[in-house]
């Protein structure tokens, strides 16, 4: 496998938007920039005055457009272009298997903040098990850009912010959430939510506090000792997993959330609060398969 990034790139100021993080990403990595188009051919409500010619050389110019901003933005970082054929999911998700990550843009909802997750969108992140990230273009947000060594240029980055379950086997999750913040010199925020046991006592509850405490530091020991360069800030909090993500994600460089891989249907296993992470984060979201 040729290491690289990959952006899939559909001609909307969101897919611009995932151009350029994933272009500052493989300035991190030391890796090309792949951006991709997939063309999945007429439909029955496609206008017969636009025939596939026109179709490829849209596509050929959008995306040289694209990678001449990038180029420009950062000199020195290798970009390819490449137009695909067939249904969208299938064919991002095979160009995501030679790939770091793929990078894909999502529709703001409108005034609120977050994401608007389509059934391209669902359908990839569901099928792929290379790391996925939804960036969006949120008008006033500037994340820090990195310069053509990959280094900070402008100042520290914001925090990652991995959400985990204690109870789940979850170690790509947590590698990758190390990973991103050690390559961004950022704080590391790890986020478990609990809820109160079913007969309710006040020393339940501190006893209930007190064991996630523990059982959280307890399994992010190892990833501590071999990312010691990390700050790690755990954090157990009491309350509904997906708001308290969401919540933390308005101030967030990153989150960090994963997936159990199911081979079934499509759109039926993303998981509840990782779903509602991707309709509702204010930052980019990496979604990591697990088993």
Not at 136 to 151: C, E, Y
Not at 219 to 248: C, D, H, I, T
Not at 263 to 274: E, F, N, Q, S, Y
Request: charge should be negative; hydrophobic fraction near 45%; glycine fraction near 8%.
């Amino acid at each position: 496998m040729t290491r690289n990034v990959t952006v899939g790139l559909d001609g909307t100021v969101e897919g611009l938007a995932a151009a350029e993080w994933g272009a500052r990403e493989a300035m991190l990595r030391g890796v090309p920039l792949h951006l991709v188009h997939v063309e999945e051919g007429p439909s029955a409500l496609t206008r017969p005055a636009i025939t596939p010619e026109m179709r490829r050389t849209w596509a050929e110019e959008m995306l040289e457009q694209a990678a001449s901003d990038v180029r420009q933005h950062h000199p020195g970082l290798d970009v390819i272009t490449r137009q695909l054929a067939g249904p969208p999911p299938a064919a991002l998700s095979a160009a995501a298997s030679e790939a770091d990550l793929l990078v894909l843009g999502s529709r703001g909802l409108g005034s609120i903040a977050g994401f608007l997750l389509g059934s391209v969108g669902l359908a990839t992140v569901s099928a792929t098990e290379q790391p996925v990230v939804l960036v969006r273009a949120t008008p006033g947000r500037v994340d820090v850009q990195a310069d053509s060594t990959g280094a900070d240029a402008s100042g520290p980055y914001r925090d990652v912010v991995l959400g985990v379950d204690i109870r789940q086997d979850c170690d790509s999750v947590i590698a990758f959430a190390f990973d991103a913040a050690a390559r961004r010199a950022a704080t590391l925020r790890v986020e478990h939510t609990w809820t109160m046991p079913l007969v309710y006592t006040k020393f339940a509850a501190v006893d209930s506090g007190e064991e996630v405490a523990q059982l959280l530091s307890d399994m992010l020991l190892p990833w501590r000792q071999k990312f010691p360069s990390v700050n790690v800030v755990e954090q157990p909090l009491f309350g509904g997993a997906s708001q308290q993500l969401v919540y933390a994600s308005a101030d967030a460089e990153l989150m960090v959330v994963g997936r159990r891989i199911h081979h079934a249907p499509l759109t039926a296993h993303i998981g509840p609060v990782t779903h509602a992470v991707l309709h509702h984060s204010a930052a980019p979201v990496a979604v990591i398969a697990h088993r």
